[in-house]
C-alpha cells in the first residue's frame, strides 16, 4: 500500500469520526483501536500479472477486481483466483478482534468472497461473506444482508474467539451472528475479492476504505 494511499485513509477515518459522529451503540464501543501501517497490508494477485493490472488506490479507495480464469495467488496454488487485502502481522487466536471497513460491490459482481476470517481449527476458514446478486451470505448459505449493490456499506466483523461466536453488522446494526469453528493458533482478516468455486460472474470486484482493526 502507498503512502499517499495511507494518507487519504486517516483523512476519510477523521471525517467519518468528526462529521458523521454516531447515534447509540456502535459495533467498536469498548474496543481498543489498533494501528495499521502499510507493513500490515500484504496484497494477492493472480501470480502470473502485475498487481496494477488488479488492483489500484487513489484517495484512499482499495479496489481489487479478478476474472473468472485468472491464475491462482500462487503457482502452485489450486485455490480460486483472487486479488484481497490480507491483514499482515496481527494474527490472533484468542480474545475478541474486530475488523471494520466500508465495502462497495458493483452491480454484476457475483460469487465473490468480499470478507473473510482466515484460519479455524475445523475448516480452512472461521467465517465467509460472499455477495450473489447483490445479497451477502454467509459462504453460499444463510442470508446476511439484502440489496447491497452500487452503494458503500460499513461492515463490522467481530470475532469473539473464547466465546466461540462471530457477530455480522451491516451500517451499525447487527445482521448475523453464527458459531466460530474452532480455535486455531493463527487466524486473521481478509477483503477483497475472491471467487467461489461455482457460480461466480465472470468479472468481480469489490472496493474498501477505512479499513480498522480493533481488540478486547
Known sequence: MNHSCSYMQLLLSFFLVFFLGNSGADPTDGFTLVPLTDANI???KPYDVPLEQRYSCEAGVHRMWVYADDKPHEPDSRTQPRTEIRIQGLDYSSGIWQFEGYGFVPNGTSGATVTQIHGAAMAATTIILRIYNGNM????????AENLYDKWFRLNLIHDVDGGVVRVFIDGEKKFQVNDKGRSDSMYFKCGV???PANISYYMESRWRDIKIYKK
Open 42 to 44: 500484504e496484497l494477492q
Open 137 to 144: 451470505r454467509y459462504y453460499s448459505g444463510d442470508l446476511v
Open 194 to 196: 475472491y471467487a467461489a
